[in-house]
């Protein structure tokens, strides 16, 4: 059986989803790619 | 021998710096949002779903001198509020837990707060917590948001003046967590 695999979230991992999400608030929404 | 404080002064006491008035403001809003939690908890038989910020709301009303009110003293106070209230209702709902452990009908502690954390209109007590001490973990200022703003009900205003952080911040942090926190709880 394949067992699943989830990345354990660190202060470090987080950091960087942070500031992805800070830029991505920085941007007019029509520049926003939008993800579906 | 000095008359005791009440909570007001204690209040604005903390607010000009003062430690030690936080230290004897604590058991004193602990112990009346522990008997609002307890009466409401005790009026209600079965599958709880409280309004934790409406007990917050209750106790400041009581506790708190209106006309002296500033509304930074009433941040604060809402602050400390938030961080108790989610305590009293952990601890019942693990109390709860223990006791109805193996029995044929456990009951559940739901929270809600209008529409705060989003399309889920109630929430397990203890699988929000569960979450937040993980988020606490890599994040801690954002857990302290989510507390503030669901435990205490605090507007981002009011949530940037107790944490003396910027708006701005506060915003982004909010709308982070509860992302975060809504895959968590799916």
């Given at each position: ?36 | ?12 006491k903390?607010g ?47 506790l ?120 968590k709880?799916?």
């Amino acid at each position: 059986m394949e067992a699943k695999t989830r990345k354990v979230m660190t202060p470090e991992r987080w950091q960087k989803v942070k500031e992805i999400f800070q830029a991505a608030l920085n941007r007019v929404p029509a520049e926003r790619r939008v993800c579906r | 021998m000095s008359p005791p404080e009440n909570v007001s002064q204690l209040l604005v006491k903390w607010g000009e710096g003062d430690q030690a008035a936080l230290d004897k403001l604590m058991p004193l809003v602990y112990s009346e949002l522990r008997r609002l939690a307890s009466n409401y908890l005790r009026r209600e038989r079965q599958n709880h779903t409280l309004q934790p910020t409406a007990l917050v709301n209750e106790a400041y009303l009581k506790l708190i001198d209106q006309k002296s009110a500033r509304w930074q003293n009433r941040a604060h106070f809402y602050g400390v509020a938030a961080q108790l209230m989610r305590r009293i209702l952990v601890d019942h709902a693990r109390q709860h837990q223990a006791a109805k452990r193996g029995g044929p009908s456990q009951e559940r502690l739901s929270i809600t707060s209008a529409g705060q954390l989003g399309e889920k209109p109630d929430l397990d007590l203890l699988a929000l917590h569960e979450a937040l001490e993980e988020l606490k973990t890599f994040d801690a200022q954002q857990e302290r948001i989510v507390e503030l703003r669901y435990f205490g009900g605090l507007s981002i205003e009011e949530t940037a003046e107790v944490m003396a952080i910027g708006h701005a911040t506060v915003e982004r942090d909010w709308k982070m967590a509860r992302a975060w926190l809504r895959r968590k709880l799916d």
